[in-house]
């Protein structure tokens, strides 16, 4: 079973690979990130350690690029 979100990134021929290798490829609800528990709590400690990491660098935020 894989699961993803509406996010765009799994669309044919994603899902007739699924199934014709019958794997469950199960979409969780719009707008839903806590359907994706695990996933978006690495997600927010990835970006918390990208931030402190900035932070000590000493570089300008100008210097730091796009934050997500």
Not at 12 to 19: A, R
Request: hydrophobic share 30%; with cysteine; aromatic share 8%.
């Amino acid at each position: 079973m894989v699961r993803s979100d509406r996010g765009g990134e799994y669309v044919e021929p994603f899902g007739e690979f699924c199934s014709q290798h019958g794997i469950i490829h199960e979409i969780t609800p719009p707008y839903s990130p806590q359907s994706n528990g695990v996933v978006e709590r690495k997600n927010r400690t990835l970006k918390e350690m990208m931030n402190a990491l900035l932070e000590s660098s000493g570089l300008s935020q100008n210097m730091w690029g796009k934050l997500f």
